[in-house]
């Protein structure tokens, strides 16, 4: 509406000009500005249907390829049952762990300088842009039983390749980065004065972080929780070669995708429009919690 | 300007590369293949590169994905499959040329285990014991299938039984999509031990893996059956691909990385040498 009406303007100011010039070419300009404009506009308004169909036509066609009874069938299949359940089991357990490791961290981090902040900072986010494959190896090499640290933990009895707990540390390692950021921006939000006044009214500083920092954080903390969920939930090439492929214990919804389209297409389907499903809320909880988190900034 | 005379130049050097490679033979020949046929048909490969000039350009992976891959539109020129199931998914999508489908080679599944076996495995008889950690195929997968194939043998013999066969699934820490996981697994001393071929024992791998053979009467035998695509844009070519497969020369390759022979007469030359000498 607003650009709309800065380009009208501009167009009759430009009108106005030309005018002033000459007087023959007055009913052609308008015509030609008025021409151009709606050339912009159709030229945008396909532009942003094409952006939306390229997203659409992928999702809808998992939708068209597997009809709804088919769906519903494969939904008693085994494989999606104990896919649902792991994936839903390991990904809260990772939120969980994600949340009680990294809200001290994103709280520091966002309110004291320490030397070497920088670099924890970094390591902190490399994750998000390290290849989920060199995550997986890299897990491996150091919790896998020949791994650096695995193999110690190995002459204990304690093993984590190719189990659930792998899954989980496959998770959280990929996943932390996006809790972390979002927190730590939540908690800059949250103006020091705040704490200053607990502070000096007597409250104690645990009780300042529990009862005013925490719960005026507390929608970005969160959806950044949801949204580290949701990558889990996702989360395939490090869980492949670090976790293995186990029905039952390590194989996630991603990584029944990925068999079953090589035997079973409709299981394939199935779960991939569960996990659709899923996104779909993920992202109208993100949606609906920032804006909370604005309005509370706003007012 | 000077940027526009550079680019200039690219354009009519794109230009000309691609006419020319028009003008040309093909310079690629697209072969999806098994992924237990990696090395020696990575040597094959070479071979037809030196005799043809052409380059082979290989998709290794199980023949589940790869007929997956080509039933969904990825194109080949041949198709070299570790059982005829995934071979007959293609078939029946038709897109197999079915006039040359044939078995180009045996191979036998086999216990493979870490050079320094740290779980001190024999042979099929400790695969049921507790606490081990053992990497088989899905059951796409063809050495998935022949796993599966073993098992029920196993399982309806007196000296094993059905419990034997729980206490071997018991074990399966990971499934795999492709028998070189199942290797890499095993190799880098992840599992204990894992099913695959026989000829995953390469040369190269002999230093980090040991095999151990399965009798005779639980193992199956693994035919590999290969043929050309219809799409293929260079069927002449890929008929010398697989007659090289099948020559002397490309038998001698395949039973060193311990493929067996399959019977008949091999062909004797191939079609490409046959052309130089006719030349």
Request: aromatic share 8%; charged share 15%.
């Amino acid at each position: 509406m607003n650009s709309k009406q800065v380009i009208m303007a501009s167009d009759q100011a430009k009108a106005g000009y030309i005018k002033g010039l000459s007087v023959h070419t007055d009913e052609s300009v308008l015509i030609s500005s008025r021409v151009k404009e709606i050339s912009l506009k159709a030229g945008l308004g396909l532009i942003l249907f094409l952006a939306g169909a390229f997203i659409a036509l992928p999702v809808a066609s998992l939708f068209i390829k597997s009809p709804l009874d088919v769906t519903l069938r494969s939904l008693h299949d085994p494989v999606v049952i104990d896919a649902l359940r792991l994936s839903l089991t390991t990904s809260a357990l990772t939120a969980v762990t994600v949340v009680i490791m990294g809200t001290p961290v994103a709280y520091v981090n966002a309110r004291f300088h320490y030397p070497g902040k920088e670099v924890l900072d970094s390591l902190i986010d490399l994750p998000v842009i390290m290849p989920p494959a060199v995550a997986g190896i890299a897990l491996l090499m150091a919790f896998g039983r020949m791994g650096i640290l695995g193999h110690h933990l190995n002459a204990l009895g304690i093993t984590i390749a190719f189990t659930t707990v792998a899954v989980v540390i496959a998770q959280v390692f990929v996943s932390s980065p996006l809790y972390i950021r979002q927190a730590r921006t939540s908690f800059e939000g949250v103006a020091p004065e705040y704490e200053n006044a607990a502070r000096t009214l007597g409250a104690s500083r645990v009780y300042t972080f529990s009862h005013v920092i925490l719960p005026m954080a507390s929608n970005g903390l969160i959806s950044g929780a949801i949204m580290a969920f949701a990558r889990s939930l996702g989360e395939f090439g490090a869980t492949i070669m670090f976790a293995g492929n186990f029905q039952g214990r390590t194989q996630t919804m991603p990584l029944a995708i990925y068999t079953a389209m090589q035997g079973d297409l409709d299981v394939s389907l199935c779960i991939s429009i569960i996990l659709v499903a899923i996104s779909f809320v993920v992202i109208a909880m993100v949606k609906i919690l920032t804006r909370r988190v604005h309005k509370n900034a706003g007012s | 300007m000077i940027y526009k005379r550079l680019f200039g130049a690219i354009v009519v050097a794109l230009v000309l590369a691609t006419s020319t490679g028009l003008c040309q033979e093909p310079e690629e020949l697209t072969v999806f293949a098994a992924a237990s046929l990696t090395g020696a048909f990575g040597e094959i490969g070479q071979l037809y590169e030196n005799e043809t000039g052409i380059h082979v350009l290989f998709n290794f992976d199980g023949s589940q994905a790869l007929a997956t891959q080509m039933v969904n539109g990825a194109y080949a020129d041949v198709f070299a499959s570790a059982n005829t199931k995934q071979i007959n998914v293609v078939k029946k999508a038709g897109l197999m040329n079915t006039s040359r489908i044939a078995i180009f080679t045996k191979n036998k599944p086999a216990l493979i285990v870490p050079i320094d076996n740290p779980a001190g495995i024999t042979g099929l008889s400790d695969l049921n014991r507790s606490g081990l950690k053992i990497v088989i195929g899905t059951d796409d997968v063809p050495i998935g299938d022949y796993t599966r194939q073993i098992m029920d043998k196993l399982e309806n013999d007196t000296t094993y039984g059905y419990w034997y066969k729980v206490g071997f699934y018991n074990n399966v820490v990971s499934r795999e999509t492709n028998v070189n996981y199942i290797v890499s697994k095993v190799a880098l001393g992840e599992a204990d031990a894992g099913i695959a071929y026989k000829s995953d024992v390469t040369p190269a791998m002999a230093e980090k893996i040991a095999r151990i053979e399965i009798p005779e009467k639980y193992n199956v035998i693994a035919e590999y059956p290969m043929g050309a695509l219809n799409q293929t844009r260079y069927p002449a070519q890929a008929d010398m691909f697989m007659r090289l497969v099948e020559s002397d020369q490309g038998r001698a390759v395949l039973e060193k990385y311990g493929f067996d022979p399959v019977s008949g007469p091999a062909i004797p030359s191939t079609a490409a040498s046959n052309a130089k000498a006719a030349a």
